[in-house]
């Protein structure tokens, strides 16, 4: 039984000398306390040395990668063309799987070959032998330093940064081209004003000063490559009549080079902007598709990179970009905000204003998900963020419609989704509201309702049909002239007073008693 052990300065095979001492892997370590056990339980067969650094990065990287070295190979195959039934220990399962497929050799790797790893590890010096200490703490200084840049060079994260670069460049030359404009605009504002306000496209307004110069060339300018034929003819008709100031050959030479500057940042824009959405195919397609090249690459500027924009949940990816009012909502207790970066993504941008909200929540779900595949997945396709593409559309559809399916549960049924309608509330004003006492006013209403409850009579004649109403109205007519009659006898008669009663005599008290003591002396 064999054992392949991988240092900096090469590759070492040592020959297992008792394998019954590989079963005990608790006690293993008792046979390398010294050199001199560690000797007697494995002898070395051979040493491949690297001839120089290269080499040893080469090596590395392949065992990186799970793959077979070209020194390991021509050495396994020196040494086990004999012994061919000979298994092989390795430390790393893809190197032994590799070897396998390479050279139909037998390897072997569990807890117990990395238990006896450890131990040739502690051990090594004695092992080896002719190479001193230095000599290989030097050599794997220098191979950990060559490694580190293999990986940093060919790392995914390089890309993301070139990414991240195109994307600040992106919004820098964005600003840029606003503050030349609203420059070029001004200064020729003074000798053409109304142009400004017919060509509303910067582009061709910066070529058509470019091409034309002064106001008094205009009508002899051919505008049409530039213009549409009604905005040419309006523009004509207003260098005619123009109330700008006259200018020199020297300022319309120094505006024009102003057009040839903003004609090139925008060429250099489109440019830039063709490059941004090739590399956001290659690195991330899924999230592309999903928000948007430009919106993706700002994600992936703002997190740092694709792997820490993968890192994040959906309810940090939804919010990412509006940390400040997050904060704010926080510290102040109001409403956090519900989207940031991924507002300006075309599908929440085509809800309305109060799914705006729920679509954001739903697009950051599926855009975690998609930045996780294109982040850690092998294959770099965009079937899986087209298909949440076509799931959230469906779903911005239903809530448009009005309409919300049921996500949670079993079922799939359908719940309608009333559309909120305000309804007018009117109040009046209220007088019994004003009495300060506990009794309450009646209305002159409740009063004619308390008298008819009260009638009887009233109540038989509204029961009684429409022909006997004529008789009552007579009877009571002929009442009320009784009544008046009955007055004006007993106006015409003599008032009799009428007699008051004895009052009840009050028992005297003796303060009483004493009042009338005192009358009674006067008197």
Same mark, same amino acid.
């Given at each position: 039984m064999f054992v392949l052990y991988e240092t900096p300065a090469g590759y070492a095979i040592f020959k297992l000398m008792d394998e019954k001492k590989l079963e005990q892997v608790d006690n293993l370590y008792l046979e390398f306390e010294t050199p001199e056990k560690a000797n007697k339980l494995l002898k070395l067969k051979h040493f491949e040395k690297f001839n120089d650094t290269t080499e040893a990065l080469a090596a590395a990287t392949a065992a990186?990668?799970?793959?077979?070295?070209?020194?390991?190979?021509?050495?396994?195959?020196?040494?086990?063309?004999?012994?061919?039934?000979?298994?092989?220990?390795?430390?790393?399962?893809?190197? &032994?799987?590799?070897?396998?497929?390479?050279?139909?050799?037998?390897?072997?790797?569990?807890? &117990?070959?990395?238990e006896l790893m450890r131990c040739i590890r502690q051990q090594a010096d004695s092992l080896l032998g002719g190479?001193?200490?230095?000599?290989? @703490?030097?050599?794997?200084?220098?191979?950990? !330093?060559?490694?580190? =840049?293999?990986?940093?060079?060919?790392?995914?994260?390089?890309?993301? @940064?070139?990414? #991240?670069? %195109?994307?600040?460049?992106?919004d820098d030359l964005d600003k840029e081209l606003n503050n030349y404009m609203m420059r070029a =605009?001004? /200064?020729?504002? /003074? !000798?053409?004003?109304?142009?400004?306000?017919?060509?509303?496209?910067?582009?061709?307004?910066?070529?058509?000063?470019?091409?034309?110069?002064?106001?008094?060339?205009? %009508?002899?300018?051919?505008?049409?490559?530039?213009?549409?034929?009604?905005? +040419?003819?309006? #523009? *004509?008709?207003?260098?005619?009549?123009?109330?700008? @100031?006259?200018?020199?050959e020297e300022d319309v030479m120094n505006i024009q080079c102003l057009c040839d500057e903003i004609i090139s940042i925008n060429d250099y824009r489109t440019h830039l902007y063709d490059y941004?959405?090739? =590399?956001?195919?290659?690195?991330?397609?899924?999230?592309?598709?999903l928000v948007g090249d430009t919106v993706g690459a700002r994600l992936i500027a703002h997190a740092g990179s694709l792997i820490n924009l993968a890192k994040h949940p959906s309810s940090t990816?939804?919010?990412?970009?509006?940390?400040?009012?997050?904060?704010?909502?926080? $510290?102040?207790?109001?409403? @956090?905000?519900?989207?940031?970066?991924?507002? !300006?993504?075309?599908?929440?941008?085509?809800?309305?204003?109060?799914n705006k909200g729920k679509m954001s929540r739903s697009l950051a779900a599926k855009a975690s998900l998609a930045t996780r595949v294109d982040?850690?997945?092998?294959?770099?396709?965009?079937?899986?963020?087209? %298909? !949440?593409? #076509? *799931?959230?559309?469906? =779903?911005?559809?239903?809530?448009?419609?009005?309409?919300?399916?049921?996500?949670?549960?079993? &079922?799939?049924?359908?719940? $309608?989704?009333?559309?909120?309608?305000a309804k007018s509330e009117v109040f009046t004003y209220q007088p019994e509201a004003d009495n300060t006492l506990n009794v309450k006013k009646r209305k002159h209403s409740e009063a004619e309702e308390e008298e008819e409850s009260s009638s009887p009579v009233k109540k038989e004649v509204k +029961?009684?049909?429409?022909?006997?109403?004529?008789?009552?109205?007579?009877?009571?007519?002929?009442?009320?002239?009784?009544?008046?009659?009955?007055?004006e006898a007993t106006e015409d008669e003599p008032k009799t007073e009428p007699k008051a +009663?004895?009052?009840?005599?009050?028992?005297?008290?003796?303060?009483?008693?004493?009042?009338?003591?005192?009358?009674?002396?006067?008197e």
């Open positions: 990186v990668e799970g793959k077979v070295a070209k020194p390991l190979k021509k050495t396994l195959k020196k040494l086990l063309i004999d012994e061919v039934q000979a298994p092989l220990l390795v430390a790393d399962a893809k190197l &032994g799987t590799a070897i396998k497929d390479k050279l139909s050799v037998q390897c072997v790797y569990n807890t &117990g070959v990395q190479l001193p200490k230095k000599e290989m @703490t030097a050599m794997a200084l220098g191979l950990a !330093h060559s490694l580190s =840049r293999y990986k940093l060079k060919f790392s995914p994260d390089k890309i993301d @940064t070139m990414i #991240v670069q %195109a994307q600040c460049l992106l =605009r001004e /200064w020729y504002g /003074w !000798h053409f004003p109304e142009l400004g306000k017919i060509i509303t496209d910067n582009i061709a307004f910066v070529k058509t000063i470019k091409l034309v110069g002064t106001r008094d060339n205009m %009508a002899a300018a051919d505008l049409s490559d530039i213009l549409p034929e009604d905005v +040419e003819e309006k #523009v *004509k008709e207003a260098a005619e009549i123009s109330m700008g @100031t006259e200018i020199s941004l959405k090739a =590399r956001m195919m290659a690195m991330a397609p899924n999230l592309t598709v990816v939804q919010i990412l970009g509006a940390e400040k009012a997050l904060f704010r909502a926080l $510290k102040t207790k109001k409403d @956090t905000p519900k989207y940031g970066l991924i507002y !300006h993504a075309q599908l929440v941008g085509q809800a309305s204003q109060k982040a850690f997945g092998e294959e770099a396709t965009f079937e899986l963020g087209a %298909a !949440h593409k #076509v *799931k959230l559309e469906a =779903r911005l559809r239903l809530l448009e419609e009005g309409n919300l399916r049921k996500l949670s549960g079993t &079922g799939k049924a359908k719940a $309608k989704f009333e559309k909120y309608q +029961e009684e049909p429409a022909e006997e109403e004529a008789e009552l109205k007579s009877e009571k007519k002929k009442k009320k002239k009784k009544k008046q009659k009955d007055e +009663e004895p009052e009840p005599e009050e028992t005297p008290t003796p303060a009483k008693k004493k009042k009338k003591s005192k009358k009674e002396q006067q």
